[in-house]
């Protein structure tokens, strides 16, 4: 498999910054929604760097980074309508941050307050889901209410290349092709399922998976959040259209280790690194916006002024995050009464007031 | 009031169920033009149309998960899992997200699932097609899971899972769905009690009998045997697993003294452990003898051939009885 | 989906038993071998209406009918080598009757007194695997110690167009291409997964979904034994050189319920099975025998004598066959001694012999 | 004779088996260059090569049915799952094709596969890292059950677990692979113990303690804290759940009256059920009070901020303990 993405990787800015065209796919952007996505990408990389800080000084119990994924996230975010529906892993931080889910939601989770932490339906972006696989059958269900309901809706599933591996991603494929549900797969492909690299779990490209199960599929270049915006809109516009499901390989690499526990030295050279490194996601961007005119030093800097602004809130947000009531566990095992949970927050409750009222123990 | 089939019962519930809440889907295997393998959806699809009553692709994994989507847009998907043995590709998605997923989103999003599954032996089946794995899910926090052991009960329990806003895992004693009873369907269910309580089917003095689904039948015939010999048992039906309605269950044996407890699953961490547990720490100074546990084998479910002699029946139901009864 | 397989589907036999000829794949039989399948395929009927009507007699609880899908079995079955390595479904019978399995042996799991019946190290047969789609993986882990052990084998795994959308199915297909194993995995698309039909799994040919996982995939006639036996036999010589896994296609018709206990009545139309009919496998071999004056009107009877007297000893063997004795349930649950087997077979043992000597009840 | 931690031990005995067998193969993710996320197999695809220690593709149930498939070869395959949390996808193999095939095929197939899960919480992770799934298992005839609580014993019973032919779940209590202990490596497994017996790990007169796998130390230190008010505890090693060695639990509840089950997952048809039932059964007339259990909650892993409040501890342990004495 081509390390470069091959000559099928649909690109629109090149690593240069050289903006360049695709026979299927263009887009127009405004200035504005240009600088835009330069500050999305930006934004998000700080509060990407920032929470993995705050998992080295104790805050977090674990941090799973999005370094080099920022394009492939925030291209397709910006892609969504407000009415579509995103179902992330456990890494869209950067799709999290395009449907105004509060960082610090984010950092919830990792910091272990909550197994979820946002609303789902107010920010039309389900909570993460940390088995593999698992969203891709929410996904289409979700789109098979969406079909019923007649909504002009669309549901975009995100998940990785290991995940390619699971049976619930293929039954997920299956279930979307027969009842031509309108939701895009989005696989980030960032080469590594922890230590796995692409090859253990496919020997061809990944968006040709699509082709076992009759509906399209295209590789994008994932760093090029111009290519991943015009070819997910294009993609979520087929679907709500009602021509089904298609997937999206954005082909793009980790940066960072798997996650804060990780040690990717073990198992990877720096010298693919290197190589990447040059294909930064937000490097070309700043240079097409600097060299076509439409971004100056001052607005650089005053995105930078932003980040930090934004850094700050997260550290001491983060660090003032209160601890769940012990009780709360109790709270929503059931959505209806289940006298087996009272009975138990009864006697969880009374233990705990013998210790207050200085018990024997 | 008419007298009807439990398959026939629960087809009724599910019509009901369909008619009042346009946000019910039923989804599964063959249950659209065949009505299921045992015909219990027998006509909803022709009456209701494909986009309410789906045949699933084969793959309950991607059943449960596609349900997990569909309730997380607001509906309220009753799936069908053909067989019992045939849940367990289902079991992550059960297991992680139906059961959790509320627990997860602090309440803001329920899973009103209810999964349907034909469980149980004595139909002469091959492999696969005759377990009780309710301890599964029962030990699942999350999950309600209830059995039926009569037509009026499953008309009207079936229909109460799917008003639930919770996932009710819905066992259906398949060697009973031809049992015929009175089913009152002009019953309206809120009017109905819940069906997360225990009933006693049959009072008695002598020992307590705690048992579910197709035990039922199988207790109360053991009774009327023993009545011949003069032993008066009281008989439970649990009717629902989680919750356990222990606190039936307790104040009857604080007047009988015994209970013996009798399911199909393998008695080994099956369903009456936990019953004994409990009503042995509630029951302590009441109990005269010692729980009794009669149900299956710690071995796969046996070749139909040999299955009468694994499954409980009025013998073995007396067997425990007597042996109670000698303590 | 064309209802005749349309073009991309390989035949060398038509239903009018006209040889004709395939680019990629052909095969040069001598008369006995062409006379052998012919005897295979109306034995393997014979057995298969035996056992329906020991069904409707009582002798059996259930019968999964292969009536239809003779030649994909027989022609499948028959391109194996002795230590090639099968694992079928619980419809296998023709592949069954290839390994030299005694239809008795079938006919004892459907009958219950076993959940297994013969010796799948003795036929390199497995048992029948009744959890749909569960075999493609043991075949993708026998194939896996095959080329650990360097053995020139391969392994075939036999499924239905219904397992096609299981998890399982899927993962063995990104097992089999990334260890790149010696395994053909051949697919009966009967048209129907119990009631439900081709377009409730897929919504394009079902060959094709080898193409999503990166190995060849092709569509044969599968009521055409010689093009079944081709392809077949060409997929193992693939595997077996080390070139991994292929997708064989044979598209079939279920002629039968879907088992004894199904009505096919309510959900599909007589007019199908009319076509189907005229496609019947083992018609096109005895006209292209008879015409090419390979098998005259003699062998033709001396193959139904030997087909009634099969059918008697079936019957009279199913109807003399003992049940297990009910202590066996016991016997193989460990392979080593597991206490709580022990005290339950002793209580169950004193429990059965209370009533041999009159007990109380 | 060596001190080394737990994670240590067990690579240890990954590799002694590894060594002794040419048919032990190993796979998973993660298991080759990275030597697994607790690094147990570290070193190990090195040493032994890419075909016997085996990066799986991201699918557990393809890593056990593949499994499957090698031990019908005649391989012996000892399989590691991530997490707890990540074995349901696989509970269809497990359950219909690795616990039944060898009785399925009249004992002519053996499974000898080992299925390594690091399992319970402890360690302040994320969902789905920190769950306690025996009960599941264990419930299943045709599974074998245990878990080690030290790094000897860890050493020992996973080479015993790998020769042993019937599947073996071996639970590894992952917040203890930090805990160090002697291990003497030339040991030779024949003349250890069955793993599939328990071990009273401190002798005691007041009342008797059964736990296994991460609860064992929290239950000897609760024994030490006991001694302290004159409370004399028995703590038993139980090993093994799958069989589960109630002969030993009963003969000490016989000298001590009293039963305390500590383990982490939910106590709602957790192992305490079934020790419970059937103790309460053998010791009827011993029993001063009824089997108390002490257990997680009938929730989902709750956030791990506030998992030391779900996890039995020191407190809660004594505290059952102050109630089985009261009677
Ligand atoms: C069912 C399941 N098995 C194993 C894991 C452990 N795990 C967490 S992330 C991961 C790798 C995922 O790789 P990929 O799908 O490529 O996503 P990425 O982490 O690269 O974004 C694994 C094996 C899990 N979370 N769920
Ligand atoms: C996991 C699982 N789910 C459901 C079933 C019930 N079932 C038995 S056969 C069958 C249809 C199989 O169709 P197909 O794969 O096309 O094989 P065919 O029967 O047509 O040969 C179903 C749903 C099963 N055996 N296993
Ligand atoms: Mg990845
Ligand atoms: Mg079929």
Same mark, same amino acid.
């Given at each position: 498999?081509?390390?470069?993405?091959?000559?099928?990787?649909?690109?629109?800015?090149?690593?240069?910054?050289?903006?360049?065209?695709?026979?299927?796919?263009?887009?127009?952007?405004?200035?504005?929604?240009?600088?835009?996505?330069?500050?999305?990408?930006?934004?998000?990389?700080?509060?990407?760097?920032?929470?993995?800080?705050?998992?080295?000084?104790?805050?977090?119990?674990?941090?799973? /980074? $999005? !370094? +080099?994924?920022?394009?492939?996230?925030?291209?397709? &975010?910006?892609?969504? =309508?407000?009415?579509? #529906? @995103?179902?992330?892993?456990?890494?869209?931080?950067?799709?999290?941050?395009?449907?105004?889910?509060?960082?610090? /939601? $984010? !950092? +919830?989770?990792?910091?272990?307050?909550?197994?979820? &932490?946002?609303?789902? =339906?107010?920010?039309? #972006? @389900?909570?993460?889901?940390?088995?593999?696989?698992?969203?891709?059958?929410?996904?289409?269900?979700?789109?098979?209410?969406?079909?019923?309901?007649?909504?002009?809706?669309?549901?975009?599933?995100?998940?990785?290349?290991?995940?390619?591996?699971?049976?619930?991603?293929?039954?997920?494929?299956?279930?979307?092709?027969?009842?031509?549900?309108?939701?895009?797969?989005?696989?980030?492909?960032?080469?590594?399922?922890?230590?796995?690299?692409?090859?253990?779990?496919?020997?061809?490209?990944?968006?040709?998976?699509?082709?076992?199960?009759?509906?399209?599929?295209?590789?994008?270049?994932?760093?090029?959040?111009?290519?991943?915006?015009?070819?997910?809109?294009?993609?979520?516009?087929?679907?709500?259209?009602?021509?089904?499901?298609?997937?999206?390989?954005?082909?793009?690499?980790?940066?960072?280790?798997?996650?804060?526990?990780?040690?990717?030295?073990?198992?990877?050279?720096?010298?693919?690194?290197?190589?990447?490194?040059?294909?930064?996601?937000?490097?070309?961007?700043?240079?097409?916006?600097?060299?076509?005119?439409?971004?100056?030093?001052?607005?650089?800097?005053?995105?930078?002024?932003?980040?930090?602004?934004?850094?700050?809130?997260?550290?001491?947000?983060?660090?003032?995050?209160?601890?769940?009531?012990?009780?709360?566990?109790?709270?929503?095992?059931?959505?209806?009464?289940?006298?087996?949970?009272?009975?138990?927050?009864?006697?969880?409750?009374?233990?705990?007031?013998?210790?207050?009222?200085?018990?024997?123990? | 009031?008419?007298?009807?089939?439990?398959?026939?019962?629960?087809?009724?519930?599910?019509?009901?169920?369909?008619?009042?809440?346009?946000?019910?889907?039923?989804?599964?295997?063959?249950?659209?033009?065949?009505?299921?393998?045992?015909?219990?959806?027998?006509?909803?699809?022709?009456?209701?149309?494909?986009?309410?009553?789906?045949?699933?692709?084969?793959?309950?994994?991607?059943?449960?998960?596609?349900?997990?989507?569909?309730?997380?847009?607001?509906?309220?998907?009753?799936?069908?899992?053909?067989?019992?043995?045939?849940?367990?590709?289902?079991?992550?998605?059960?297991?992680?997200?139906?059961?959790?997923?509320?627990?997860?989103?602090?309440?803001?999003?329920?899973?009103?699932?209810?999964?349907?599954?034909?469980?149980?032996?004595?139909?002469?089946?091959?492999?696969?097609?005759?377990?009780?794995?309710?301890?599964?899910?029962?030990?699942?926090?999350?999950?309600?899971?209830?059995?039926?052991?009569?037509?009026?009960?499953?008309?009207?329990?079936?229909?109460?899972?799917?008003?639930?806003?919770?996932?009710?895992?819905?066992?259906?004693?398949?060697?009973?769905?031809?049992?015929?009873?009175?089913?009152?369907?002009?019953?309206?269910?809120?009017?109905?009690?819940?069906?997360?309580?225990?009933?006693?089917?049959?009072?008695?003095?002598?020992?307590?009998?705690?048992?579910?689904?197709?035990?039922?039948?199988?207790?109360?015939?053991?009774?009327?045997?023993?009545?011949?010999?003069?032993?008066?048992?009281?008989?439970?039906?649990?009717?629902?697993?989680?919750?356990?309605?222990?606190?039936?269950?307790?104040?009857?044996?604080?007047?009988?003294?015994?209970?013996?407890?009798?399911?199909?699953?393998?008695?080994?961490?099956?369903?009456?452990?936990?019953?004994?547990?409990?009503?042995?720490?509630?029951?302590?100074?009441?109990?005269?003898?010692?729980?009794?546990?009669?149900?299956?084998?710690?071995?796969?479910?046996?070749?139909?051939?040999?299955?009468?002699?694994?499954?409980?029946?009025?013998?073995?139901?007396?067997?425990?009885?007597?042996?109670?009864?000698?303590?």
């Amino acid at each position: 498999m081509t390390a470069d993405g091959g000559p099928e990787l649909i690109q629109l800015l090149t690593p240069e910054g050289e903006r360049v065209h695709h026979p299927d796919y263009d887009i127009d952007l405004t200035p504005d929604e240009l600088r835009g996505l330069y500050r999305d990408l930006v934004l998000v990389r700080r509060v990407d760097a920032e929470a993995t800080a705050l998992q080295r000084q104790g805050e977090l119990g674990l941090w799973a /980074q $999005l !370094l +080099g994924q920022e394009a492939a996230q925030v291209g397709s &975010g910006r892609a969504l =309508h407000p009415d579509d #529906f @995103a179902f992330p892993t456990y890494r869209e931080h950067g799709v999290a941050w395009t449907r105004d889910v509060d960082p610090l /939601q $984010l !950092l +919830g989770l990792f910091r272990g307050v909550t197994n979820g &932490g946002w609303d789902p =339906h107010e920010h039309n #972006f @389900a909570l993460y889901t940390i088995v593999i696989g698992d969203q891709c059958l929410h996904a289409v269900g979700y789109a098979m209410g969406i079909q019923r309901d007649g909504a002009d809706a669309a549901v975009i599933a995100y998940f990785g290349d290991g995940a390619t591996s699971q049976g619930d991603v293929n039954e997920s494929f299956v279930f979307a092709a027969v009842y031509n549900v309108p939701v895009v797969f989005f696989c980030q492909n960032n080469q590594w399922a922890i230590s796995e690299p692409l090859e253990r779990q496919t020997r061809i490209p990944l968006y040709k998976r699509a082709d076992g199960f009759g509906f399209p599929g295209v590789r994008v270049d994932g760093n090029d959040v111009l290519a991943v915006l015009a070819v997910t809109r294009a993609a979520l516009a087929y679907a709500r259209d009602g021509q089904g499901p298609m997937l999206i390989e954005a082909f793009t690499y980790r940066m960072g280790a798997h996650t804060t526990s990780d040690d990717p030295s073990r198992y990877r050279v720096a010298a693919d690194l290197e190589a990447w490194k040059l294909k930064d996601p937000i490097e070309r961007v700043k240079v097409y916006l600097a060299r076509s005119g439409l971004a100056d030093s001052a607005y650089f800097a005053s995105v930078e002024e932003e980040a930090e602004a934004l850094a700050v809130r997260l550290r001491d947000g983060c660090r003032s995050m209160p601890d769940p009531a012990p009780a709360s566990m109790f709270d929503h095992v059931y959505a209806e009464q289940h006298p087996l949970v009272d009975a138990e927050r009864t006697t969880f409750e009374t233990y705990h007031a013998s210790f207050a009222q200085g018990g024997v123990h | 009031m008419a007298v009807t089939t439990m398959a026939k019962a629960i087809n009724a519930g599910l019509r009901k169920a369909l008619e009042r809440d346009n946000k019910v889907l039923l989804m599964g295997q063959d249950i659209g033009k065949l009505g299921g393998v045992f015909r219990v959806t027998d006509g909803l699809q022709k009456d209701f149309g494909e986009t309410r009553v789906i045949d699933s692709p084969l793959a309950e994994s991607g059943i449960l998960g596609t349900a997990v989507g569909l309730a997380m847009r607001g509906y309220r998907p009753v799936v069908e899992i053909q067989f019992d043995g045939f849940v367990y590709p289902a079991f992550d998605q059960i297991v992680s997200q139906v059961a959790k997923h509320h627990a997860r989103s602090s309440g803001r999003t329920p899973m009103p699932i209810t999964i349907r599954i034909p469980y149980g032996g004595g139909i002469g089946a091959v492999e696969h097609h005759s377990e009780s794995p309710e301890a599964y899910f029962a030990h699942t926090a999350g999950l309600r899971v209830v059995s039926p052991s009569n037509p009026l009960d499953a008309f009207v329990m079936v229909q109460q899972a799917i008003a639930c806003d919770d996932p009710v895992v819905f066992f259906e004693p398949k060697r009973r769905y031809w049992d015929k009873g009175d089913v009152d369907e002009s019953l309206v269910i809120a009017s109905a009690p819940t069906p997360f309580a225990a009933r006693i089917v049959r009072p008695g003095t002598s020992a307590t009998v705690a048992c579910y689904g197709p035990m039922v039948r199988t207790c109360l015939e053991a009774a009327t045997a023993a009545a011949e010999d003069g032993t008066d048992l009281e008989v439970i039906d649990l009717r629902s697993i989680s919750p356990l309605d222990t606190a039936t269950v307790a104040a009857s044996v604080r007047r009988t003294g015994r209970l013996v407890v009798v399911h199909e699953a393998s008695v080994f961490l099956g369903v009456g452990a936990e019953l004994a547990a409990r009503i042995t720490e509630e029951c302590f100074y009441s109990l005269e003898a010692p729980v009794l546990r009669v149900g299956g084998y710690h071995t796969p479910y046996p070749p139909s051939r040999v299955e009468e002699d694994y499954l409980p029946d009025l013998d073995r139901v007396l067997d425990a009885v007597d042996r109670a009864m000698a303590y």
